[in-house]
């Protein structure tokens, strides 16, 4: 899913939403501002599907240290008029806390009103995400039957390395529209609240604080379309009632007979560090590069498999390892003991290219020589006068 021009698979869904999203704009003659909040994928996809579309301004927060340098430099030197990316001093559930704050604000959005401005998001709380992230599912299970690898009905599980649950979110409605899917695993990180929750029917964030790993594009605790499950398997009441329970108390509990219903559809595990580059080493041995994101859903399918909890399975890859150089280089390492010491990741990814088959694809080699245009770095309290004044600016 990582083919795209951001190379994560973020680009499967932006790219078709940014076209017909601007589309619509123009034919209504509305400009809208499309907020976007980043654990450093979402952002460079948003930023290069909305560039220098007419009727679009895009303002793109990201958690300053959070990303990789490739995801950095994706986003700070990106230099359409149009878009305007924000560093803000914390992370990414702060960011999406922000984001979601935003979309709430009566006094912003109507202030926005006032200057002909509409307001959208471009995570995953849109549906028109998720949308286009049903489709791929479609298309696995249909490449495994033209390949002969499963007859027509037989089900398969999907394993997905999940965050915010955007793109299992596609698998279960997938599997809703009949799509014959057995299991939907949820493969998380060290940050594994969504593998507890399949597991317990606890959802906890009170306990919690949220942990750095290596696979950052899912270190979230608030996992925004974990809702939209919810409502969908117990409906619009008990939704709104875990919810509460959830701002205020920071938990919420399934009964029994709702976590037999959620366990039909899902199975989670959860891969430390360590783990995940023990899956990386193992691949790059085979002669493959995975990212570590991807690696998770490959640890996961295989131990799952194992145990037989599920059986012909596809695992979705979310992000080139290119992405992800410093982490890549360490499994490189250790695949082929090499002597070596670590300078950057800029030397990290030439490294990788001699030593595996891998190709750098030209839209990453180029961006360290790209100029920083993006340099505003602020604290949570002044994001939004900081957005007035770029819309007032442009
Ligand atoms: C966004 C992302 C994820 C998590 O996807 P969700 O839809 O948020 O669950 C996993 N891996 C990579 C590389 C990503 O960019």
Sequence with gaps: LYSGPTRAFKDMALQPFGALLSHFAAQKKQTYLILAATSGDTGPATLESFANKPYIKVICLYPDGGTSDIQ??????????????????????????????????KDFITNLHAQGIYLSAANSVNIGRIVF??????????????????????????????GNFGNILGAFFAKKMGLPLQKLVVASNVNNIL????????????????????????????????????????????????MESLQTKGAYSLNQDELALLQDDFSALYCDDTQCL????????????????SAIAYYGAKKLQKENIIDKSVFLATAEWSKFAPSVWEALQEAYSLQDVYSDEKNAIKDICEHTSAVLPQAISTLFNKPI?????VAISVIRSCIMQWIEQS
Excluded at 141 to 153: C, E, P, R, W
Excluded at 373 to 377: E, L, P
Aim: hydrophobic share 40%; aromatic share 10%.
């Design 72 to 105: 950095r430099l994706q986003m700070t030197t990106q230099n359409a008029s149009n878009c305007k990316v924000i560093g803000i001093k914390g992370n990414f559930d702060d960011a999406q806390s922000a984001l979601k704050n935003l979309l709430n604000d």
């Design 133 to 162: 992230q049903i489709i791929y599912h479609f298309w696995a299970y249909f490449s495994l039957l033209k390949n002969a690898q499963i007859t027509f009905g037989e089900k398969i599980s999907i394993v997905v390395p999940s």
């Design 195 to 242: 593998s507890d929750f399949i597991h317990s029917g606890v959802y906890d964030v009170s306990s919690r604080v949220l942990l750095r790993s290596k696979s950052p594009a899912m270190d979230i605790l608030k996992s925004s379309n974990v809702e939209r499950v919810l409502y969908a398997l117990f409906g619009a009441k008990r939704t709104r009632q875990l």
């Design 278 to 293: 023990q899956s990386m080493t193992e691949v790059i041995k085979k002669g493959f590069v995975l990212d570590p994101h």
């Design 373 to 377: 245009t993006q340099k505003d770095v």
